[in-house]
């Protein structure tokens, strides 16, 4: 069964770091874009981070100069590095990724499961 597979997240002191991963559990052909988004409680969800699967990126001007996203192919892991966190910055970060199961099929959109980040104070 495919699916993304986050972990990294935790609680933090403002000012501090955390790395987030996600990885694609199963097997599958390919995969293009992978992104990142957060929840916080009483909002929508937001688009932190993108990254094509040739390295190509952007970002959301609220995370821009302080999240950095990358990916390693051959891991099948996605990353997000968040420096400089600030107390808004606490929500459920979840990772997303358009994956081809076969070369025959088109990509589908998986969503991982969310990993919460606490920034304290």
């Known amino acids: 069964q495919v699916q993304l597979v986050e972990s990294g997240g935790g609680l933090v002191q403002a000012g501090g770091s955390l790395r987030l991963s996600c990885e694609v559990h199963?097997?599958?052909?390919?995969?293009?874009?992978m992104g990142w988004y957060r929840q916080a409680p009483g909002n929508q969800r937001e688009f932190l981070a993108v990254?094509?699967?040739?390295?190509?990126?952007d970002y959301a001007d609220s995370v821009k100069g302080r999240f950095t996203i990358s990916r390693d192919n051959a891991k099948k892991t996605m990353y997000l590095q968040m420096n400089s966190l600030k107390p808004e910055d606490t929500a459920v970060y979840y990772c997303?990724?358009?994956?081809?199961?076969?070369?025959?099929?088109?990509?589908?959109?998986?969503w991982g499961q969310g990993t919460q980040v606490t920034v304290s104070s």
């Open positions: 199963g097997t599958i052909f390919s995969i293009n874009d």
């Open positions: 997303n990724a358009d994956l081809k199961i076969s070369m025959w099929r088109p990509a589908v959109e998986y």
């Open positions: 990254i094509t699967s040739y390295g190509t990126t």
